[in-house]
């Protein structure tokens, strides 16, 4: 039984920073492709961030340079170091394993920036 568990989401402060992480089991995590989505209400599913079995990176334009995703795979864990938050951050986050065709979806973890 695949299970990704996402955990941090809560509700921050316009320029507050805010950690999410994703623990995964029932796979072989260090293979896979590990990625953060998020979805605001009324808009579309959108990639926040990835990171490769081999560790790179890639990011959405909007969240470049305040975000890093991050891996440990002795943990089985993907992060997501989010800073200067905005709220236009608000939005579902999702945390996503990803091998070849095959990909498995987390619940969400709810991220709301706001004052």
């Known amino acids: 039984q695949v299970q990704l568990v996402e955990s941090g989401g809560g509700l921050v402060q316009p320029g507050g920073s805010l950690q999410l992480s994703c623990t995964v089991s029932?796979?072989?995590?260090?293979?896979?492709?590990m990625g953060w989505y998020r979805q605001a209400p009324g808009k579309q599913r959108e990639l926040v961030a990835l990171?490769?079995?081999?560790?790179?990176?890639n990011y959405a334009d909007s969240v470049k340079d305040r975000f890093t995703i991050s891996r440990d795979n002795a943990k089985n864990t993907v992060y997501l170091q989010m800073n200067s938050l905005k709220p236009e951050d608000t939005a579902l986050y999702y945390c996503?394993?990803?091998?070849?065709?095959?990909?498995?979806w987390g619940k969400g973890t709810l991220v709301t920036v706001s004052s």
């Open positions: 990171i490769n079995s081999d560790g790179g990176t």
């Open positions: 996503t394993a990803r091998r070849t065709t095959v990909a498995y």
């Open positions: 029932g796979l072989r995590f260090s293979i896979h492709a």
